[in-house]
């Protein structure tokens, strides 16, 4: 192959991927192309591409950004799945798939420069929470002591309110108050 054809497909790459510093790698030895294109347009409906690389071009176009960290798993016959909100939800889907394509095969991910490595990585990535996922965590958290604090304080006024209620309408009925205790 000659090198404008190689400067070409880089830049096709970068292109492709775009700004995504995530991604995860699939081989899709073994699969018929019916059901590759099953699976692309599957994916295609969650907002989530699949590009085959070329190893040593895929290398070089993404060298010193976060996808370079995929360079491990970039062995034998590749396919970069990324796209839709997180690469989280790229490996949700994913590890569905494998289920109905078991020739499908997890090769890795990376997560913020991380590698998740195998099909033990991957599937330990689509546990991650989503990025909504985690925010609603930690709002839950950051809010949980204080709904807790104001039940806190809420409850012996409002046991005070009801006393006071009680008397009130014992008063309007003329009956009598008895001290208790």
Do not use: C, W
């Not at 989530?48 to 071009?57: D, G, S, Y």
């Not at 929470?129 to 949980?144: F, H, N, S, Y």
């Amino acid at each position: 192959m000659s090198k404008p054809v190689k400067e070409m497909m880089i830049e096709d790459f970068k292109a492709r991927v775009g700004d995504h510093e995530d991604a995860l790698v699939i081989g899709l030895r073994g699969i018929s192309s019916n059901d590759t294109n099953k699976i692309r347009e599957g994916l295609a409906k969650k907002e989530i591409r699949v590009t085959v690389v070329r190893n040593k071009l895929f290398g070089r176009a993404f060298e010193g950004s976060g996808l370079a960290a995929l360079e491990p798993v970039l062995s034998g016959a590749n396919a970069i799945a990324y796209g839709a909100e997180s690469v989280v939800d790229v490996a949700r889907e994913i590890v569905a798939l494998v289920k109905t394509f078991p020739d499908l095969e997890l090769k890795g991910a990376v997560l913020d420069g991380m590698l998740f490595e195998g099909e033990a990585g991957v599937t330990e990535l689509s546990k991650f929470p989503t990025r909504e996922e985690a925010i609603a965590q930690d709002v839950t958290l950051i809010l949980g002591p204080g709904r807790k604090l104001v039940g806190a304080v809420k409850g012996p006024g409002s046991g005070l309110a009801g006393i006071i209620k009680s008397i009130e309408e014992k008063l309007e009925k003329g009956e009598s108050i008895s001290k208790v205790g």
